[in-house]
């Protein structure tokens, strides 16, 4: 059984920094994606930052240049620097793993709440 930890959320404040860290365990095989999604208060959720199975990074256009996304398939960690906090940034942060060949399964973190002060 595969399960996300995460950890890292809190308080800031405008301007200020946060770091997420996801640590999976169990057993994953032919890791296709890892990164962070976040669901703000009355919206939907939304891809934040993820790396694909060739390395490639994808970020929101909202936080590139702010946010930071380094994984690790090895050691199954997916973490999310995140500087220049805006208020916007406001949100629950999830952790995601995608992984699998013909057939392909979702991991979700519990979830960290992110909170900026303006």
């Known amino acids: 059984q595969v399960q996300l930890v995460e950890s890292g959320g809190g308080l800031a404040q405008h301007g200020g920094s946060l770091r997420l860290s996801c640590a999976a365990s169990?057993?994953?095989?032919?890791?296709?994606?890892m990164g962070w999604y976040r669901r703000a208060p009355g919206k939907r959720r939304e891809l934040v930052a993820e790396?694909?199975?060739?390395?490639?990074?994808q970020y929101a256009d909202s936080v590139k240049g702010r946010f930071t996304l380094s994984t690790d398939k090895v050691e199954k960690t997916v973490a999310l620097q995140m500087n220049s906090l805006k208020a916007e940034d406001t949100a629950v942060y999830y952790c995601h793993i995608n992984e699998g060949a013909e057939l392909r399964y979702d991991y979700w973190g519990q979830g960290t709440q992110v909170t900026v002060s303006s």
């Open positions: 169990g057993t994953l095989f032919a890791i296709n994606a």
């Open positions: 790396m694909d199975s060739d390395g490639v990074s």
